[in-house]
C-alpha cells in the first residue's frame, strides 16, 4: 500500500478507536450519573445502551474527531519531526486537546448548554480528551515511519 493511503488508512482507524472509546465512556458516564441518583443499572441495560449509543451517538461524535484530528494529527506529526524524544507526548496531548478544542467549539455554537453529556464535570471532560489520546496514539504507532 503507498505511504499516503496507508497514512490515511491509519487515520481513519484512529478517528474510529476515538470514536468508539469516547462512546463507550460517555455512555457509562451517564448511566454512572443516573445509578448514582437511584436508578437500577443491571449490566444488560449497560450493554444494550451502550450498543444503541454506539450506533447512535458515535456518528456525530466521529465528525467532532474527525475535524479535530485533521487539525492536530499533522500538526503533532511535524513537531515530532522537530523532537523526536517527545514523539509520545505530542501525539497524547495533540489528541487531547483535538477533543477538548471540539467540545469547546460545539458548546459554544449548539444552544443547549452541553451537547455531550460527558462533558458536563472536569472528569468527564478528561475522559473524552484521554479518547482522543488513546486514538492519536494509536495513529502514531501505526505511522511510526510514515509520518
Known amino acids: 500500500m503507498p ?6 488508512l491509519q487515520f ?10 469516547g462512546s463507550i465512556l460517555q455512555t457509562q458516564y451517564n448511566l454512572a ?6 436508578a437500577p443499572m443491571p449490566i444488560d441495560v449497560r450493554v444494550e445502551t451502550t450498543c444503541l449509543d454506539v450506533l447512535g451517538f458515535s456518528p456525530v461524535f466521529a465528525i467532532l ?3 479535530g484530528f485533521a487539525c492536530a494529527l499533522p500538526m503533532a506529526a511535524w513537531l515530532s519531526k522537530k523532537v523526536p524524544d517527545a514523539r509520545w507526548m505530542l501525539f497524547a496531548l495533540a489528541g487531547a486537546l483535538a477533543i477538548f478544542l471540539g467540545l469547546t467549539l460545539v458548546n459554544a455554537v449548539l444552544p443547549m448548554p452541553t451537547f455531550i453529556g460527558a462533558n458536563r464535570s472536569f472528569v468527564g471532560t478528561l475522559g473524552l480528551m484521554a479518547s482522543g489520546s488513546v486514538g492519536a496514539l494509536f495513529f502514531a504507532v501505526r505511522c511510526r515511519t510514515a509520518t
Open 33 to 38: 450519573q443516573l445509578q448514582a441518583l437511584g
Open 65 to 67: 474527531v474527525l475535524l
Open 12 to 21: 481513519v482507524l484512529a478517528v474510529l478507536v476515538t470514536t468508539l472509546v
Open 3 to 8: 505511504n499516503n493511503s496507508r497514512v490515511l
